[in-house]
C-alpha cells in the first residue's frame, strides 16, 4: 500500500517531483545519515530523477553531488509520497522512492556546497527530518529488525 504524507488542499496544482533517497545507517545503526542544508534543515541523502536515469544510477549521482562518498545500492524500502509547499510557496507532491544503502569509498568533494553531512541519532529523526515520508522510511528499516 502506498504511503501518502501531508495534506492535499483542494483547488491547488501540484506538480510531481520522483526522486530517489537513500537511509544509510552507521556500523552500530544508532545513527542515520542526513544532508543537512544552508538553512538547517535535514534530508535523507537524494533527489530528483533526471530523464532516462534508472532509480539506481540518480541515487548514484545523488550520492555523489551531495555526499562525495560511492554507495553500494540494497533492498528496496518503499515508495512514499508527500503534499507540501517549497519555501517558494509552490505547491509539491514528491513521490519518493527509498533504497537501503553503505557507503563506500569516498570519490570527491561534494559538488553541493550549502549541504553538509550529518549523522543524526535514529530517536531524532521524527524531529529533525523536514519530510515525513524520510521518517517512514528510516522507520521501516528500525521496525524490521
Same mark, same amino acid.
Given at each position: @500500500?502506498?504511503? $501518502? &504524507?501531508?495534506?492535499?488542499?483542494v483547488? @491547488?496544482?501540484? !506538480?510531481?517531483?520522483?526522486?530517489?533517497?537513500?537511509?544509510?545507517?552507521?556500523? #552500530?545503526?544508532?545513527?542515520?545519515? #542526513?544532508v543537512?542544508?544552508s538553512?538547517?534543515?535535514?534530508?535523507?541523502?537524494g533527489g530528483?530523477?533526471?530523464e532516462?536515469?534508472?532509480?539506481?544510477?540518480?541515487? !548514484?549521482?545523488? @550520492?555523489?553531488?551531495? #555526499?562525495g562518498?560511492?554507495?553500494?545500492?540494497?533492498? &528496496?524500502?518503499?515508495?512514499? @509520497?508527500?503534499y507540501? !509547499?517549497? #519555501?517558494?510557496?509552490?505547491?509539491?507532491?514528491n513521490?519518493?522512492y527509498?533504497?537501503?544503502?553503505?557507503?563506500?569509498?569516498?570519490? !570527491?568533494?561534494p559538488?553541493?556546497?550549502?549541504?553538509?553531512?550529518?549523522?543524526?541519532?535514529?530517536?531524532?529523526v521524527?524531529?529533525?527530518?523536514?519530510?515525513?515520508?524520510?521518517c517512514?522510511? $528510516?522507520?521501516?528499516?528500525?521496525?524490521?529488525?
Open positions: @500500500m502506498l504511503k $501518502v &504524507f501531508g495534506e492535499k488542499i483547488g @491547488m496544482d501540484y !506538480q510531481l517531483r520522483k526522486g530517489v533517497y537513500a537511509v544509510i545507517f552507521n556500523n #552500530t545503526r544508532d545513527k542515520v545519515l #542526513t543537512q542544508n538553512k538547517g534543515h535535514y534530508f535523507l541523502p530528483g530523477i533526471v532516462g536515469e534508472s532509480y539506481e544510477e540518480c541515487l !548514484q549521482r545523488e @550520492m555523489l553531488e551531495e #555526499t562518498y560511492k554507495v553500494s545500492i540494497g533492498p &528496496f524500502i518503499g515508495t512514499a @509520497m508527500r507540501f !509547499q517549497s #519555501t517558494k510557496n509552490e505547491p509539491l507532491l513521490e519518493g527509498f533504497y537501503l544503502a553503505e557507503i563506500l569509498e569516498k570519490i !570527491q568533494e559538488i553541493e556546497d550549502d549541504n553538509y553531512n550529518r549523522w543524526i541519532d535514529i530517536e531524532c521524527s524531529r529533525l527530518l523536514v519530510h515525513d515520508h524520510h517512514w522510511a $528510516v522507520k521501516e528499516i528500525i521496525n524490521k529488525r
